[in-house]
Nanobody, 124 residues
Framework: QVQLVESGGGLVQTGDSLRLSCAAS????????MGWFRQAPGKQREFVAT????????SYADSVKGRFTISRDNAKNTVSLRMNSLKPEDTAVYYCAGAARSAVESRPTEYDYWGQGTQVTVSS
């Protein structure tokens, strides 16, 4: 089993930056691809960013491309999401997810492990 714990959320203003972190524990060898998803009130969970097992390949949702950066430190079993130029529409609960596959993946159904989420609120 793998446990994922997110941290770093909070209340910020439009244009501010935040860095989310996700710490993995347990059978971390079974998590290769990592991803960040978000869910706003009344909306479905949506893909934000994903990173391959090696960290060499990343992919982003169009809505965050150029503003968000996903990275990972395999030695520390952590994944981060740097969020710049935040907008009110970025307000959501952000979830870290891990998958056994190695390639990047944007479909939430392909992920095996999920964290509890961290709230990000961007005020206008």
């Amino acid at each position: 089993q793998v446990q994922l714990v997110e941290s770093g959320g909070g209340l910020v203003q439009t244009g501010d930056s935040l860095r989310l972190s996700c710490a993995a524990s347990g059978r971390t060898g079974s998590t290769n691809t990592m991803g960040w998803f978000r869910q706003a009130p009344g909306k479905q969970r949506e893909f934000v960013a994903t990173i391959s097992a090696t960290g060499f390949t990343t992919s982003y949702a169009d809505s965050v491309k150029g503003r968000f950066t996903i990275s990972r430190d395999n030695a520390k079993n952590t994944v981060s999401l740097r969020m710049n130029s935040l907008k009110p529409e970025d307000t959501a609960v952000y979830y870290c997810a891990g998958a056994a596959r190695s390639a990047v993946e944007s479909r939430p159904t392909e992920y095996d492990y999920w964290g509890q989420g961290t709230q990000v609120t961007v005020s206008s």
